[in-house]
Structures are given as structure tokens and as C-alpha cells.
């Protein structure tokens, strides 16, 4: 069984991480090659048209694997109101239209997922036992944990440091340390060094930066790829990323601790519930309750990422702009059409618009208009 | 009395009759926006963020049409109606929607239908709606028996009659004007067009698509015209399971009259429908299978009548020659 898996964000690490820790000869990880314009292009080409963006470059990533010979593709499937439910039978389609001999094993995302997760695990490890299925799990976590928890100083270093860049250079190096690491202790040392090397990063003490907090849809907003690394360029302007979304966070509390009650969006959707009463699928309630909520821990600003016809998100943007809770929201929409420089300008613009709304109302003068 | 406002849009093509039925039997009055024009298409324009939809965009302008002119909007946040079959995040998200863009909107009924949570919370949701009007149990109870009846004869009344909801409603959408289009009497071509209610029914977002085949000789189906049980069949054979009840219907219908050996398919959605983007897909494959000519019209507010014309007038040609070829 040759296992090919589509990209977001650093998530393939997990998927190393357990194939190596449960791999038993059988069964073999094709991670394909990084998300590039390549796989753009061939998303785009046999995709259907008005698709969105995450379903082209999955299907991408996807028809690539397909190339170095995967047989069995693993994919996320909601059950909700947005596309996603969709997504593995037009893939799978697609896929065997254009002649590779692939079956798809699914990871249902909305609903099922404990059960899901164990069946796949099943799949993959013919029959592995459970303590070390979880030992695996435990291992694959770690990583992904410190990574976020290290791309989390990364988003304020990159606001303050004196050298631009030198934080995302030493953030590489650290997903490259880590992904290598063998073992847990691995993982705590090379964390715990690159940690250190991101405090001797030189900073500028009087540096002031504007807060902005990211939100919106799932896998533009972890995929650097597909949001073209915003929360890099944001850094370069001088801002300060906030981002409650995580893979580690998703994975965490998606697949074991909401089975146990725990609900991490409670507080934001509390505060979503004047302006939208109900969950719209995806991640659009979401992106509303958090909007209110960094208006009242008093963010500067709130960039909201969404693929160009999402519809949870659409619904999201129409109704953000009217909460009382008023802070400036930037909606940025991806698709194969767009350009960096594009984003590039509006995000300056943007910037531009905080700084000087902050200096307004630290000058006393509260009133906007 | 109250007044209840039923914005001309969306889900109105499918349940006005229940919709109507209910209320009435409640002892309200249903007041229903006029047909689309400029006024509306403007003012839902410019209401709504560029990326919305244009049927959503339209569903705005409707209610600001009736903003001053009734004492409650109704718009029901449709979630499901079916066994884990959905409908677009924008239908559920409908209620909130309005009241952030059109503040002036008298207050909003939004009872949510849900059928995946079974029919109870579906009949405790019409109840709540039903308080609004009468503290009566009974007399909810049998307004929605009689809102149950109406709908099921209502969709029935089409497919017996193969007529479309705005004849079954007995009106003219753009009625004795000098637009109106005077049908082929003798049609010699079939010509199924399969698309979403509120698109294909919608004479101003389509350019009178429906009139136009017909007076170029065309005998045009639309999914409606077809009982719903085919329907469904013809999308378990075609999909398996659907994720979307309303584009289940629209793919269904493709497939039932791909199989009436129809002389042509035209499918109509508009500009960034999300479920569109993947469902049409597989009538479009079925379509190449069937040799079936098929054409996928994609609308939005910029689409222009002499291009859509030009677009039908080709197709149709296509068609009369295929089938002075084949026969």
C-alpha cells in the first residue's frame, strides 16, 4: 500500500511521524512534492471551474502523488453545508478519469471523527495495538505542538526584530530540526534551541507594532501556500500576527476533546450569537465570534482569509462589518487568479489605515468619522 | 392583522403556496414583494459584499421593497430538509444576514428547519413561528396540516400538468407588457432547462430565458415538471447520496430527462454558486455519454441579453441540425 496524502500547512509531519513510529514494511508514505505553482496549475486544470481554492490544490497535491505512485489517498470529509462534503467523490472522479487506479480512504472531519481516526489507523497499520498506536499519536503531537507553539514567538519576533527575515530563518531551520527528530526528546531538545536562538534575535525595544489577529477559513489560513504567506508579509510591515486557529489546536480538540465536552469555540461563539445565530458550516461562525471578541481584547485590526465563493465565509463577511464592536476588517479572497503584489498592497494600505486609527484615538480623539 | 412579508425570492418559488396556506390559516396576511426589477437588483446590489451571490443579493433588494410595508419578514434559516441532505450556508445564514445589512427590516421570523434533527424539532420550530399569531395549539396544528396539503398538491399540480410554479401561481411575471413573447404554437424541439428556481424562474436575472426558447420553438421541461420521486431515483443512480437537497433535484432532473431522450440540456446557474461549481459537473458527464448536446449558461449581474441570446440562438440551431442529421 503506497499512501499519498494532500498538503496544508506542516500537517504532513504527523503523517511521517506515525508511518514511521507504526510503519510495518506493508505500507509506505508518499508525501508529494511541496504545494508549488505546478500544483496549482494542475489543480486548476481538472478541476471544475468554480471549484475553491483548497479543492484545486488538494487535487493537485493529490494527481501529484498519483505520479510517484500512490494507490490509496487520504482525504478530510465533512458532512456539513460546505463543499467540503463534496470533495473526495469529485476528487475521486477526477482522479480515476484521469487514469490512476487509486481508492480513497477518508478522515471525516464533522462528524464520527474518534471513529474515523481509529478506522484509518486500522487501515494504515494493519492492526497495530492501541498503546502503540497512541504512543504514536503522542510522538506525531509533540511535533506538531512545538512547532505551533514556536510559529506563535515567531509572529512576534518577526513584528520587532532589527534584521528582517531573521526570525523566518531561523523558524526554517527549526521545521527542518524537528521534522527530522527521531524521538520525543528530540523534539524538547531542538525546540528548546531554536527557542533560544529566537530570543537572541536582536530586536528594536521601542518598537510598537499594531496587533491584527487572522481569522477565517480553515486551510487558507494554515496553508502558507495558499494565503502566500500573509502573516510572513504582515510581519514585514512591522505587524504583530494573532492566530487562535492552529492544526495542533484543530487536531487536538477535534479529534479527542470535544468527545469529552469540551467545546474550545464556546466563548466565540457566544459572542458570535447577536449577529449570527447559527452555525453556517465551515468556519464562518467562527470568524464572526472571533472578530468580536479581539474587538474587545483590543486588537487593532482583524484579517480575514477565505478561498474567492466560500459560502460560509461570504456570509461571515457580509455580516462582520456591522457588529457593534467596531474594528477595521480586511477580507482578503483567494484564488488561482491572484497576484502577491496584489495582496501586498492592500495589506500596506490596511496597515496604514491601523496606524493611523491608533494614533487618533491614543491623540484622545476617539471619534472615527 | 398582520402582515407578513414574503420577499419574491429564493425559497418563495417552492413553498409560497405552503407558506401562504400556513399564515392565512393563522389569520395573517402574507404580502409578497414585486417581481424583480432595476429598483431591487440596485438596491440588493449595493447592499451586500460583491462576492455574494446574485440570487442573495436580489433576496435584499426584496426586502427592502417590503421593508415598510409589513409588520414581520418572514425567512425561514432552511438548514436540511432531508436525511444528511443540506442546503447552502447562505439559505441558513439568511436571517442574520438581513438583519445586518438591511437594518429598516421589520422584525425577522426565522425558524430554523432541520429535518436532520427529525421531525419533532421540525414541528416545535413551526409551532414557535405559529405563537407569533394565534396562542391556539390546535389551530397551529391544523394550519400546518393544511400548509402540508397545500405544498404536496401544489408540487404535484406541476408535474401532472408539466406547467412551471409561476403559471401554477396563475400569474404573469412580465404579464401584457410589450415584452411579452408569443410561444411557438407547433414546438419542434425539447429542451430541458434544469438550474435553480430562483434562477430560471427569475425573468429579470435571465432575460426571459423560458419565453425566449419557447417562441423559438422550443417545449421547454424544468425540474419541477418531473414527480419528485423520479427525481430522486435518478439521482441515487446517478451520485449515490446527495449532499445538497436542492442541487440533488436540479442534477436529478438533468438525469431524468437525459433519459427522456430530450433533444438538448441547458443548464443555468449563476456566478458562484458553490454547490453548482460541483454538482453540474456530473450532469455535464452524463450529458457527453448520452451524446446529448448540453450548454451551461453562468449568469451574473453583468450578463447581457443580446449575448445570452446569441448563446441560445446557437444552440438551438445546433440542435435542429443534429437532429435533421440523425433522423
Known amino acids: 500500500m503506497r499512501i499519498g496524502i494532500p498538503h496544508c500547512g506542516h500537517g504532513y509531519l ?75 467523490k469529485g476528487q475521486e472522479q477526477i482522479i480515476r478519469d484521469l487514469g490512476y487506479d487509486a481508492h480513497f480512504l477518508t478522515l471525516d472531519v464533522s462528524q464520527h471523527r474518534f471513529r474515523s481516526i481509529m478506522r484509518l489507523m486500522k487501515d494504515l497499520t494493519n492492526g ?48 527542518k530540526a524537528i521534522g527530522q527528530a527521531k524521538t520525543v526528546r528530540e523534539v524538547k531538545n531542538a525546540t528548546r534551541e531554536y527557542n533560544k536562538k529566537l530570543d537572541q534575535v536582536p530586536k528594536d525595544p521601542a518598537a510598537d507594532p499594531v496587533k491584527v489577529s487572522i481569522v477565517g477559513e480553515v486551510f487558507v489560513v494554515l496553508d502558507p501556500f495558499a494565503n502566500m504567506d500573509i502573516e510572513m508579509e504582515l510581519g514585514k510591515l512591522g505587524v504583530e500576527v494573532e492566530r487562535t486557529m492552529s492544526l495542533s489546536r484543530w487536531v487536538k480538540y477535534r479529534l479527542f476533546l470535544n468527545y469529552l465536552g469540551v467545546n474550545e469555540w464556546k466563548e466565540v461563539h457566544k459572542a458570535a450569537m447577536p449577529y449570527l445565530k447559527r452555525n453556517v458550516g465551515g468556519d464562518g461562525w467562527e470568524s464572526v465570534g472571533e472578530k468580536v471578541v479581539h474587538a474587545r481584547e483590543g486588537y487593532d485590526g482583524v484579517v480575514h482569509l477565505a478561498p474567492f465563493t466560500c459560502m460560509p465565509e461570504i456570509v461571515a463577511q457580509n455580516i462582520m462589518p456591522s457588529t457593534k464592536e467596531d474594528i477595521p476588517v480586511l477580507t482578503v479572497l483567494y484564488d488561482e487568479q491572484m497576484a502577491r503584489l496584489g495582496m501586498i498592497t492592500k495589506l500596506e494600505a490596511f496597515v496604514d489605515l491601523l496606524k493611523f486609527r491608533r494614533k487618533r484615538k491614543r491623540s484622545g480623539n476617539l471619534s472615527w468619522r | 392583522m398582520f402582515k407578513v412579508g414574503i420577499p419574491r425570492a429564493l425559497s418563495y418559488y417552492q413553498y409560497l403556496p405552503a407558506w401562504k396556506a400556513f399564515f392565512g390559516a393563522l389569520g395573517a396576511e402574507t404580502v409578497v414583494s414585486p417581481p424583480t426589477n432595476k429598483a431591487i437588483f440596485t438596491a440588493g446590489n449595493s447592499r451586500a459584499v460583491a462576492e455574494t451571490c446574485l440570487p442573495v443579493k436580489l433576496f435584499f433588494g426584496h426586502v427592502l421593497s417590503l421593508a415598510n410595508k409589513c409588520d414581520y419578514m418572514f425567512i425561514p434559516a432552511m438548514r436540511s430538509l432531508g436525511k444528511k441532505a443540506y442546503y447552502c450556508s447562505k439559505f441558513i445564514g439568511l436571517p442574520d444576514m438581513t438583519r445586518a445589512l438591511v437594518p429598516e427590516c421589520p422584525p425577522i421570523l426565522d425558524p430554523e428547519i432541520d429535518l436532520n434533527k427529525g421531525r419533532r424539532a421540525l414541528y416545535r420550530a413551526i409551532y414557535d413561528l405559529g405563537c407569533h399569531f394565534s396562542s391556539d395549539k390546535s389551530r397551529i396544528k391544523k394550519a400546518t396540516e393544511q400548509a402540508e396539503k397545500v405544498h404536496s398538491a401544489y408540487r404535484k399540480e406541476m408535474s401532472a400538468r408539466e406547467i412551471t410554479p409561476i403559471q401554477a401561481f396563475g400569474e404573469r411575471h412580465r404579464g401584457e407588457d410589450k415584452l411579452y413573447l408569443e410561444p411557438d404554437i407547433s414546438p419542434s424541439l425539447s429542451v430541458a432547462v434544469i438550474g435553480h428556481q430562483y434562477v430560471i424562474y427569475d425573468d429579470y436575472i435571465n432575460h426571459r430565458l423560458i419565453s425566449r426558447l419557447q417562441a423559438m420553438g422550443g417545449r421547454v421541461f424544468t425540474p419541477e415538471m418531473a414527480e419528485q420521486e423520479a427525481l430522486d431515483i435518478a439521482m441515487m443512480k446517478l451520485g449515490g447520496a446527495p449532499h445538497w437537497s436542492f442541487e440533488a433535484d436540479i442534477v436529478g432532473a438533468g438525469e431524468y430527462y437525459l433519459e ?57 440551431d445546433m440542435v435542429k441540425r443534429r437532429k435533421r442529421v440523425c433522423v
Open chain 1, 14 to 88: 504527523i503523517a511521517e511521524a506515525l508511518v514511521q513510529k507504526l510503519g510495518n514494511g506493508k505500507s509506505e508514505l508518499i508525501i508529494p512534492p511541496p504545494t508549488s505553482h505546478r500544483t496549482l496549475d494542475l489543480g486548476v486544470k481538472y478541476s471544475p471551474v468554480e471549484a475553491c481554492l483548497p479543492f484545486k490544490l488538494t487535487l493537485g497535491n493529490l494527481i501529484e502523488a498519483c505520479e510517484l505512485g500512490a494507490d490509496t489517498l487520504i482525504h478530510a470529509r465533512g458532512t456539513g453545508v460546505c463543499r467540503l462534503g463534496y470533495y473526495v
Open chain 1, 128 to 175: 497495530a495495538p492501541p498503546p502503540q498506536i497512541i504512543s504514536a499519536l503522542y510522538f506525531a503531537m509533540g511535533k506538531l505542538f512545538a512547532l505551533d507553539k514556536m510559529e506563535q514567538v515567531v509572529h512576534k519576533v518577526r513584528a520587532v526584530e532589527l534584521e528582517k527575515g531573521m526570525a523566518n530563518q531561523v523558524y526554517r531551520e527549526a521545521v
Open chain 2, 260 to 316: 427522456a431522450e430530450l433533444d438538448g440540456i441547458i443548464s443555468v446557474a449563476v456566478f458562484g454558486c458553490g454547490p453548482d461549481s460541483m454538482m453540474i459537473d456530473m450532469v455535464r458527464r452524463r450529458a457527453r455519454e448520452f451524446r446529448t448536446p448540453f450548454l451551461h449558461l453562468s449568469l451574473d449581474e453583468h450578463t447581457s441579453e443580446g449575448g445570452l441570446v446569441t448563446r441560445l440562438e446557437a444552440f438551438l
